[in-house]
């Protein structure tokens, strides 16, 4: 396995380690599948994966191919639809929760690979050479008291 030195490439922050080629699982979906030839390349680039990281890349790609159906189906049959029952109320579309779900859980899967902009915030501040490196990721940016930067 080659080892990658930390550094930078664009927004994303490339670490030591990882970098490992990864199969694509032959069980993801069709939309997952192309999910993940458009992340993986880009992680494995960056020094982002390792063989462990399997699973959790095909759950967050099974995630988004969910997200899209889930938003076609809204798409095709509206937020509201009438009672299937006969009756005249409107009820909401169960494609929306399920929307809703999904797009939660590909938040949280994306997260974990830098795939968020404040996931790669975070990712910038564990480098030695960065500015914000060391700091507490809990602890606010800015301090009302003194109006500096923290």
């Known amino acids: 396995m080659a080892r990658r030195e930390a550094g930078r490439r664009g927004n994303?922050?490339?670490l030591p380690g990882g970098g490992e080629i990864l199969e694509r699982?032959?069980?993801?979906?069709?939309?997952?599948?192309?999910?993940?030839?458009?992340?993986?390349p880009r992680?494995?680039?960056?020094?982002?994966?390792?063989?462990?990281?399997?699973?959790?890349?095909?759950?967050?790609?099974?995630?988004?191919?969910?997200?899209r159906e889930a938003t076609r189906i809204v798409a095709r049959t509206?937020?509201?639809?009438?009672?299937?029952?006969?009756?005249?109320?409107?009820?909401?579309?169960?494609?929306?929760?399920?929307?809703?779900?999904?797009?939660y859980?590909?938040?949280?899967w994306a997260r974990e690979f830098g795939l968020t902009p404040a996931a790669r915030v975070l990712l910038r501040?564990?480098?030695?050479d960065s500015p914000d490196a060391g700091a507490d990721p809990g602890r606010p940016r800015h301090?009302?008291?003194?109006g500096r930067w923290g």
């Not at 994966?49 to 959790?56: G, S």
């Not at 299937?84 to 169960?94: D, T, V």
């Not at 859980?105 to 949280?108: A, G, L, N």
């Open 25 to 40: 699982p032959p069980w993801l979906s069709d939309t997952a599948r192309g999910e993940w030839d458009r992340v993986v």
């Open 125 to 128: 501040q564990g480098l030695p």
């Open 78 to 103: 509206g937020v509201l639809w009438k009672d299937p029952g006969g009756g005249p109320e409107l009820r909401r579309n169960p494609a929306v929760a399920q929307a809703r779900d999904a797009a």
């Open 43 to 67: 992680l494995q680039a960056l020094g982002l994966t390792d063989p462990a990281d399997e699973a959790t890349l095909a759950a967050y790609c099974e995630a988004v191919a969910r997200l």
């Open 143 to 146: 301090s009302a008291t003194d």
């Open 12 to 14: 994303l922050v490339v």
């Open 105 to 108: 859980e590909v938040r949280m």
